[in-house]
């Protein structure tokens, strides 16, 4: 097996998951290996060392696991934006499309303070929704969205222009083409 150098090595591509016709680009894969998981936590970090972050704010589920290790590394906290109906306190909701269907997503209403500066992360940009739901989400509980952080762009299928279009700064570690 080749030696294993760079982040993107480490994802593994499941064909025709969930549906057919998908690429499923799985990071258990990346999570799963010691080097990996630090390479990519590392790489995702690099980019704010000396800014001020006051919240890293993660995207069901796999930004759960990125997003609770780079909290831990910049010593700030972590909240979870959730599918609906999953968090216990009083929500703000918020609906999109996903490239495989549509659903809502909820944070606490008490979970950013007017003005804190907010990392926002994902392990994968596809079509740009579920990240725009989540700046959504911060946005009208006035959270400051410093970047929104991904290990995996699909450019294809154009959520980083989306983003960019918003005015966010978007920073992603590797592209995969194909859906
Ligand atoms: O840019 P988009 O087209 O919105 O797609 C990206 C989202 O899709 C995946 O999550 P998924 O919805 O599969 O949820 P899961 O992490 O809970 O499995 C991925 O982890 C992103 O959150
Ligand atoms: N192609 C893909 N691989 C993994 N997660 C995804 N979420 C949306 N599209 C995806």
Not at 138 to 158: A, T, Y
Request: one cysteine or more; charged letters at 25%; aromatic letters at 6%.
């Amino acid at each position: 097996m080749p030696k294993k150098t760079d982040v993107k090595d480490y994802i593994r591509t499941i064909v025709d998951f969930p549906h057919e016709g998908i690429m499923f680009r799985d990071v258990t894969t990346l999570f799963a290996d010691p080097r990996g998981f630090r390479m990519a936590i590392d790489q995702m970090l690099h980019p704010y060392a000396g800014e001020q972050i006051d919240k890293v704010v993660g995207l069901e589920a796999r930004g759960f696991i990125l997003g609770g290790a780079i909290a831990h590394q910049l010593s700030v906290g972590f909240v979870p934006i959730r599918k609906k109906g999953k968090l216990p306190g009083t929500t703000i909701s918020q609906d999109y499309k996903l490239e495989y269907g549509e659903a809502i997503v909820e944070i606490h209403d008490d979970a950013i303070q007017q003005g804190e500066k907010i990392l926002l992360v994902d392990d994968l940009l596809a079509t740009g929704g579920t990240a725009s739901a989540g700046i959504k989400l911060i946005q009208r509980l006035g959270g400051e969205i410093v970047s929104c952080s991904f290990i995996i762009d699909l450019p294809e299928l154009g959520g980083r222009k989306l983003l960019e279009e918003q005015g966010m700064d978007v920073s992603v570690l590797c592209e995969f083409e194909g859906l």
